[in-house]
Structures are given as C-alpha cells and as structure tokens.
C-alpha cells in the first residue's frame, strides 16, 4: 500500500502513500477485508470469494491470499480467471501466478455452443438456432484459446457448458475438433443437473492433471522493455501483426520509464468481445494491429495497464440495475439476490 502513486510535486518528483505515511491507516481499514470470505454453493460446497475485479479491464482475478488459502484446504482447487485466454487467463499467469509463485496444474477453457455460432456469424436472434455450419465457422475462436493455453506449457480441458437447444451434431463437432488438436472437450451439464452433471468434467481435468505432463511457463520476462512486453501478448496471445502507439501513449511510457517502474508487469486493457481491440472483429481475426491510446499503472497493486482501442475503464452497467429488485419485509426476509 506504501506503493500507491499519488500525484507529482511541484517540481515533478512522484508522491507515494508512503510519502504521507498513509500506509498504516490503510491497513488499518483492511484489517478485516484482507481475509477471505467462505461461501457455500447450492450444493453446500465451500467456496473462497475475494476480490472480484474485471478481466477487461483489470487483473480478472481473485487475490493472492484467497488462492493460496484454498490451496491449504484441498487436494483440488478450481479458480476463474475472467473472460477468455486472451484477458483473465493470460494476467493469471503473467502477473498473478509471477508475484504468488503459483503454478497452475492445467487450464479448463469453458465454451458454449451459443458463442461459437455468434463467432461463427449468427445474429443475437439466431444464437439458439441449431447451426453445425456456424458452430464450424465459430471454432477459429476456441481454436485460438486453445492453442493460447498450449503457449503456457498446459494442454487444457475444453468444458462444453451445456444448455437448452445445443445440437448433438454441433457438440459433436466441437469435441472432434478439439480432440484434433489434442485436446479433451467434455459436455458439463452443471446448470441442469448440478454437481452431478460436472462429474464427467471433473474427472477429465484429474486426469488431465495426473497425466498431460503440463509445465507452466509465463510468456514472457518481466526485465523486457514495456514495448517488448505489450507487443509480445498482442502477437502472441492476441494474433495481432503489431502494436501502435497515440501520443498520449508515448508521453505516458516515458513517464513509466522516469518513474522507474518499466520493469512491471502488463495488464491490458481490451474489449472481452474480441481478439483484437475492436469488438466488431468476431471469430479469430487477423491482418490487424493493437492500438494503445494512453498507459496508466497501478503502483500499489503492481502492473501496468495499457489502454487500447475505445476500451474504458469504467465498468458498464445495466440499464435497470439489480438493486432496484431487491427488498427487505417487516421480519428481516430479503429477497431479490438471484
């Protein structure tokens, strides 16, 4: 928390909270918000909530503290890591797992055949029409987000989230493919069936642990140049032929490079909808560049955080946010949650 950049001086020397010994009282304050939250599932399964920010436009991750607790508590410790390879996966394993000295055993990469015929050209009209040409169409995208999961040393587990209105001719395809690739795509019927329906997943990623003959490896070094860094997760991760910078951009990374602070890791800021920067390019785009529009950084917390294309950093809301639906009776009952 001492890390935490708070402004310049008059004569442009940076400001910490360490300089106006902020920390203690910060800590203070977390005292009881630095320990994780244990929740139960439906099923009464333990579960480590803590943190819970965004994949696009931050880490995607859950603490440092949350992981390594249930990694005491279990022989098996499943955690998300939000959106896709692309986003949560890649910070997971290039700032999370470097700072944590985690090892992840495997990946388990969750799709939906809606998400393939969406990448595969379907309308939002058409997402739950059975379609084996546009889940074919759409496969370039998992096909990505596997051979991304492969690029850190883990042949991954494809979870084929299931739901009403999937084709067994469109599951079937997908589990081919993958299977073409090396890799298991198992059908999870978790929504329908509850734990019951995980179990066929559940004993694939085991064995997947026990037998793949995974060896994580970050994809890059933390000493690289930031220009280094931000171009090696766009071509690599992202398919991208290079990285553009805007002026405030480039005034940005010399302040880094003043700031001392070039040697941290990047968490990229990016639309969840897209390989690229542009949420219009759907499916496994190519022949495109990243475009970084400004850099900020978060100090404290330790990464630098590249803002490409429109991406804002502000998360979006609903047009009817889910507090209007909830309520509390004359006897404590609330209601409203789910």
Not at 227 to 237: L, R
Not at 245 to 254: E, F, H, T, V
Not at 293 to 318: K, N, S
Request: with cysteine.
């Amino acid at each position: 928390m001492g890390n935490i950049f708070v402004g310049f001086t008059m004569d442009r020397s940076p400001i910490y909270a360490r300089d106006l010994n902020a920390q203690n009282a910060m800590a203070i304050l977390l005292k009881d918000a630095i320990k994780p939250n244990l929740v139960q599932t439906l099923e009464g399964n333990p579960a480590i909530i803590h943190g819970g920010p965004f994949a696009n436009i931050a880490q995607g991750t859950n603490t440092i503290i949350a992981t390594k607790m249930g990694l005491t508590l279990s022989d098996y410790v499943v955690t998300e890591a939000g959106f896709g390879s692309d986003l949560g996966a890649e910070k997971f394993m290039d700032i999370k797992c470097g700072y944590a000295g985690l090892k992840p055993s495997t990946i388990v990469l969750v799709a939906t055949i809606r998400a393939l015929r969406h990448h595969g050209g379907a309308e939002k009209e058409q997402y739950g029409d059975v379609s084996l040409e546009r889940v074919q169409a759409g496969f370039p995208n998992l096909e990505k987000h596997i051979e991304n999961a492969k690029q850190f040393g883990i042949t991954p587990v494809v979870a084929i989230n299931h739901r009403t209105g999937d084709g067994q001719d469109e599951i079937k395809f997908v589990q081919e493919a993958c299977a073409k690739m090396g890799v298991k795509a198992v059908v999870s019927m978790g929504w329908a069936n509850g734990g019951e329906g995980t179990s066929d997943l559940a004993r694939e990623v085991v064995a997947n642990i026990e037998n793949a003959g995974n060896a994580f490896k970050p994809l890059y070094d933390w000493n690289a140049t930031i220009e280094e860094k931000v171009e090696t997760i766009a071509k690599k991760v992202y398919g991208a032929d290079g990285v553009d910078y805007q002026g405030k951009a480039l005034i940005d990374l010399k302040r880094l490079y003043k700031l001392g602070l070039d040697k941290l890791p990047i968490c990229m800021a990016k639309t969840q909808k897209s390989f690229s920067d542009n949420d219009k390019l759907i499916g496994r785009p190519t022949g495109f560049r990243v475009t970084v529009r400004e850099i900020e950084f978060a100090a404290g917390a330790g990464f630098i955080i590249p803002i490409t294309g429109a991406m804002m950093r502000m998360p979006g809301l609903p047009a009817v946010p889910a507090s209007e639906h909830m309520d509390i009776d004359n006897d404590g009952v609330i209601s409203g949650l789910s």
